[in-house]
């Protein structure tokens, strides 16, 4: 059964910073893997896609690596502003035989001004 | 194009209603996802469909809830007997081809209440 997990939980740093939130994953066979974000009570916004044959995507200050083999993902926020304060959700296809994705509980980012 | 719509937004059922949700995929999508986020838990996978067709069910409770995506209109996620334990918010995503090399896109989700 894949399992995934981030960390960290919960991060709140000043804007203008660069930070990195973290993804693990029990099963590396998996096909892709998604970055989303959720605001609070709304829905999930897509941000990057890594197909398992990539090692990493780029859109804008979001660059989001994987390495499959060691069944991790780092996405990386440059320059942060307090527009990115919502919770990101790292989640992946494949591996443990469901064909939904599987989610983390996700990192809670909050960009003091 | 329009993104993947869901509604009613928000729903408050009692006890033992019934609670029916909509999804309308993105158009060109033929791959209907549904999801339900509880309180303090990340999204959970419930069932996979195409059209007309469950392909994958493996996250949807035996009992009391079942889906379809009939050849027209909306797909349906149908909870019978409504209890307390299934106020969550329910995401449907939406996805052009076969679930291994595309994105998926969600809806903003159907928040219910049971009373």
């Known amino acids: ?113 | 194009n329009a993104g993947v719509m869901q509604n009613p937004r928000h729903l408050v059922r009692r006890r033992g209603q019934e609670a029916r949700l909509r999804c309308s995929p993105m158009k060109g999508h033929s791959h209907v996802y549904w999801y339900r986020q509880l309180p303090e838990e990340g999204l959970k996978f419930m069932v996979y469909l195409q059209k007309e067709n469950i392909i994958d069910e493996s996250g949807m409770p035996k009992e009391r809830f079942s889906a379809e995506f009939p050849k027209e209109g909306p797909s349906i996620l149908r909870i019978q007997q409504v209890v307390r334990g299934d106020s969550a918010a329910y995401f449907c995503a939406s996805s052009p081809l076969a679930p291994t090399n595309t994105e998926a896109f969600f809806g903003q989700g159907t928040r219910l209440t049971v009373v």
């Open chain 1, 1 to 113: 059964k894949q399992e995934v997990t981030q960390i960290p939980a919960a991060l709140s740093v000043p804007e203008g910073e660069n930070l990195v939130l973290n993804c693990s994953f029990t099963d590396s066979a998996i096909y892709n893997l998604q970055w989303f974000r959720q605001d609070p009570g709304k829905g999930l916004t897509s941000l990057l896609l890594i197909q398992s044959s990539q090692r990493e995507q780029t859109s804008g200050r979001l660059n989001a690596s994987l390495d499959k083999s060691s069944g991790r993902s780092t996405l990386y926020i440059a320059a942060s502003q307090p527009g990115d304060s919502a919770t990101y959700l790292c989640a992946v296809r494949g591996g443990g035989g469901a064909d939904g994705l599987t989610f983390g509980k996700g990192t809670h980012l909050i960009i003091q001004p």
